[in-house]
């Protein structure tokens, strides 16, 4: 069922903040630990991304993959030693992940354990220049969120979180939230599941998250074959403008031509760009940018991601 699309006061200072300076947000993500002289090669056997050449300290957004291709889950694998991998995924996804990873463990010398490690996310334009004024940071990582600077932040194992640096303003997951849904950044359980086929999230996640030049990985074959016609997969992950004052829960059909060709996975008031209610959704190949759908009675316009474009480079 449609909401009520009102902004809230606090959400709309707090994304204003986030685009034009830096603020500081609990961050809610569940974590693994690889460890064994096996490690990374255990590891680079299972995801997308080029594991091996990671140096101590360096981290990479990777996918990993049930046999026949399909995302088990989307999640970021940082080298903490030469023998040791912290993988983080999205909160209530580290379960899955830990079984999917532990389904291949054979002959292998690798442990592979949940650990609890809190996190704080500084956001914005500013993150990285602050970033050395925060204390209990044991693992500090850039990250891009599809042109939305920051920086995450990990306390130590079974520790406090991370302080943010003085004069850093604190801000609620829903600031977060739309932050996430205004680049167009998924997460698992919304955008991605186990029905999700990699390219439906966009070329920017395929090259975010694979090595098309490293060895082979589970899972391989769905991803190389689709990149090699073209990325052309049943749906696409897009954007929808809504026209109207509602906001369209999850699950709402995408209606084109009286035919139902998709649905909303996430929605949300965007304070960026004026209040406007927009949505992503996984739509069919057949609808294309620029085309009006029908939403929870509303009509949207369905447009490429991220809603909010990057920022040009400094030159």
Known sequence: MATPAAPDEGVVAGVGAARS?????????DGLVVTGSDSVTFVQGQVSA??????????????????????????????????????????????????????????????????????LALVGPRAADVADGASGVELSLVVDRRGLAGVDLFGPVDGPAAEPPDGVQRVGPEVLEVLRIEQGWPVM?????????????GAWLIDTSVSFTKGCYTG??????????????????????????VLPS?????????????????????????????????????????ADVEVDGATARVVDLPFVAPPPPNL
């Open 21 to 29: 300076d830096v603020v500081a947000v609990a961050l809610e993500r």
């Open 250 to 290: 999850p699950g709402a059909p995408v209606i084109a031509e009286g035919v139902e060709r998709g649905a909303v996975t996430s929605a949300v008031v965007s304070p960026t760009l004026g209040g406007v209610p927009v949505a992503l959704a996984m739509v069919h190949r057949r609808v294309e940018l620029g």
């Open 220 to 245: 391989q074959e769905l991803v190389a074959r689709v990149h090699h016609r073209g990325d052309n997969v049943p749906r696409h992950l897009r954007g929808l403008v809504i026209d109207g004052a």
């Open 50 to 119: 080029d594991v091996s050449s990671l140096a101590v300290g360096d981290s990479t957004w990777s996918l990993l993959l049930e046999p026949q291709g399909k995302v088990a889950a989307w999640l970021r694998i940082t080298r903490t030693a030469d023998a040791e991998l912290f993988v983080d995924v999205d909160a209530g996804w580290g379960e899955s992940t830990l079984a999917r990873l532990r389904r291949f463990l054979m002959r292998v010398d690798v442990v592979v354990e949940p650990v609890r490690r809190r996190g």
């Open 189 to 201: 359980g919304r955008e991605l599941d186990a029905s999700t086929i990699p390219a439906e999230a």
